[in-house]
Nanobody, 125 residues
Framework: VQLQASGGGVVQAGGSLSLSCAASGGTFSVYAMYWFRQAPGKEREFVAGINWKGAITRYRDSVKGRFTISRDNAKNTIYLQMNGLKSEDTAVYSC???????????????????WGQGTLVTVSS
């Protein structure tokens, strides 16, 4: 599975951005998918996850109510709608895919085999 993230950019605090992650080369629709981020000088952290069907989602506490993860299996794409952006959301955002079909959504794992290249989100205050 190959993943291609896009949609990053520069936005003012309080603004919105929508990220996309397109998958190819595998059976996308059976895998849980994730967004992670890594800020300068910090470790990579979980942002959001969605199960294979799109019925179950998980978020880190700091983005709950502001970010929404979704997927369109017909387009082999997941999305991250980010509203109310804050300066602390500035990071490189990457998408990832689990290798286990129909797995649950984890918020405490990052050892996934498939990763996109990342897209930079910069929130200016």
């Amino acid at each position: 599975v190959q993943l291609q993230a896009s949609g990053g950019g520069v936005v003012q605090a309080g603004g919105s951005l929508s990220l996309s992650c397109a998958a190819s080369g595998g059976t996308f629709s059976v895998y849980a998918m994730y967004w992670f981020r890594q800020a300068p000088g910090k470790e990579r952290e979980f942002v959001a996850g969605i199960n294979w069907k799109g019925a179950i989602t998980r978020y880190r506490d700091s983005v709950k109510g502001r970010f929404t993860i979704s997927r369109d299996n017909a387009k082999n794409t997941i999305y991250l709608q980010m509203n109310g952006l804050k300066s602390e959301d500035t990071a490189v955002y990457s998408c990832a895919a689990d290798r286990r079909p129909y797995s649950v959504v984890y918020s405490d794992k990052s050892d996934f085999p498939f990763w996109g290249q990342g897209t930079l989100v910069t929130v200016s205050s």
